[in-house]
């Protein structure tokens, strides 16, 4: 059982910065972020893999030279920088954890709902 705590939410403005957090109780290989706004699916973010010696990191379309996915694995945490935020990257953002391989890690842009383990969110609304 892994537990996740995100942090770092907030109300910032469009074109601004904001760095999201997820400490986790344990090491998972596959981490990502995820985000959810009203009558929306539950949509990926980022995603990034480790495992010694590989780290692979992926991306939403949406946010692709916006957002940066980093992890610490010596304080099991995973960080979302978030630059030049727009109205539309409103939501509700979830940490999430599993022990994919690579192959599985990556196809969760695509299937978030196959993670194991979920956070309980941090809001961020962007807003002038």
């Known amino acids: 059982q892994v537990q996740l705590v995100e942090s770092g939410g907030g109300s910032v403005q469009p074109g601004g910065s904001l760095r999201l957090s997820c400490a986790a109780s344990?090491?998972?290989?596959?981490m990502g972020w995820f985000r959810q706004s009203p009558g929306k699916e539950r949509e990926a973010v980022a995603i990034?893999?480790?495992?010694?010696?590989?780290?692979?990191?992926y991306y939403a379309g949406s946010v692709k030279g916006r957002f940066t996915i980093s992890r610490d694995n010596a304080k099991n945490t995973v960080y979302l920088q978030m630059n030049i935020v727009q109205p539309d990257d409103t939501a509700m953002y979830h940490c999430?954890?599993?022990?994919?391989?690579?192959?599985?890690?990556?196809?969760?842009?695509?299937?978030?709902?196959?993670?194991?383990?979920w956070g309980q969110g941090t809001q961020v609304t962007v807003s002038s």
């Open positions: 344990g090491y998972s290989k596959c």
């Open positions: 990034i893999y480790s495992r010694d010696p590989v780290t692979a990191s």
């Open positions: 999430a954890a599993d022990q994919f391989d690579l192959l599985a890690c990556s196809s969760g842009l695509t299937n978030p709902t196959r993670f194991g383990y």
